[in-house]
């Protein structure tokens, strides 16, 4: 397991951006982002491989957000524009040793390190 620690979240108003940061205590393959709303379940986001070439985004941000790496930093961005107040949530970066797998990225059980979030808010 890393440590996980995030940043860069806050209260915007809608059609606003906000960066998100995680930075990892070490080197790991896969990273990525869940939210939580009040009341519902934890939801994937985006997920990125070391490599740059595996992202993966849920439909409900894409075009939206973007995931990007640092991989010298050992650092997770999330870029998130046109934001909305359904955006509105706890952030949690999280990470895991094996490949990104696009059949399994977004399950909550695929990842092994999490951050302690950040929180994301959203006024119409």
């Known amino acids: 397991q890393v440590l996980l620690v995030e940043s860069g979240g806050g209260s915007v108003q809608a059609g606003g951006s906000l960066r998100l940061s995680c930075a990892a205590s070490?080197?790991?393959?896969?990273m990525g982002w869940f939210r939580q709303a009040p009341g519902k379940e934890r939801e994937g986001v985006a997920a990125?491989?070391?490599?740059?070439?595996?992202?993966y985004y849920a439909d409900s941000v894409k075009g939206r957000f973007t995931i990007s790496r640092d991989n010298f930093k050992n650092t997770v961005y999330l870029q998130m524009n046109s934001l909305k107040p359904e955006d509105t949530a706890m952030y949690y970066c999280?990470?895991?040793?094996?490949?990104?797998?696009?059949?399994?990225?977004?399950?909550?059980?695929?990842?092994?390190?999490w951050g302690q979030g950040t929180q994301v808010t959203v006024s119409s």
């Open positions: 990125a491989g070391a490599g740059g070439g595996s992202t």
């Open positions: 999280a990470a895991d040793p094996r490949f990104c797998n696009r059949d399994s990225w977004y399950h909550v059980l695929s990842w092994g390190s």
């Open positions: 070490g080197y790991i393959y896969c």
